[in-house]
């Protein structure tokens, strides 16, 4: 179950070779991954599903709800059973389900998003390219070339190193003092909350680098609606540090 985190790609070849030779399904959270393709296409076409999600924090988004990437006919039709109650008709169930539909509301919202989208994501393109080419954001940015001939934007993650001036949750504070909520994103690590951290295998010397990049990385805003003396201003204030 890899994951195309801030909307950048795993190295799906890679994956898709170890999956060949070990016989395992590949399923992919892709999340972050609306509208990412390389060089052969979209990267929702790799593996055996991509899940993807359209929370109100997407770069597409229908409020709630999400999609299902499916390669063939048989699978989708299992998928919908899975998802409406293991319905056939009005009449038939043939297999146990849930109620997983999206609205109708939902789904109207997300057409009309469809018409914005590439507007979207070009306005994000615009911020993404603004803050990595200032000299004082972190110069440790994530997730460069990693593969995609189409991004889109979803993040803006910076690496704090022990070496900057500041750790990681000083900058988060300093920032959020000033009225820009920038997000410590993935934190904190699944494995450090009440319900699994007592677990033998959620020891953080098991998880080395979820841990470090759990306690350095920091998103900064990024958003259609961003303004770009908004966007200046936090980086003057990173530029103060």
Known sequence: MPVHVYGHPCDVEAIQKVADRYHLRVIYDAAHAFGVQNDSGSVLNYGDLSVLSFHATKVFNTFEGGAIICPDASTKQRVDHLKNFGFEDEVTVVSPGINGKMSEINSAFGLLQLKHVDEALARRGELDRVYASSS??????????????????AYFPVLVEPAYQLTRDELYRKLRDRGVYARRYFYPLISDFPMYRDLPTAKRSNLPVAASAADRILCLPIYPGLQRQQQQRVIDIIQEV
């Open 136 to 153: 004082y954001i972190p110069r440790n940015c994530l997730f460069r070339n990693c593969g995609e001939r189409i991004c889109n934007y």
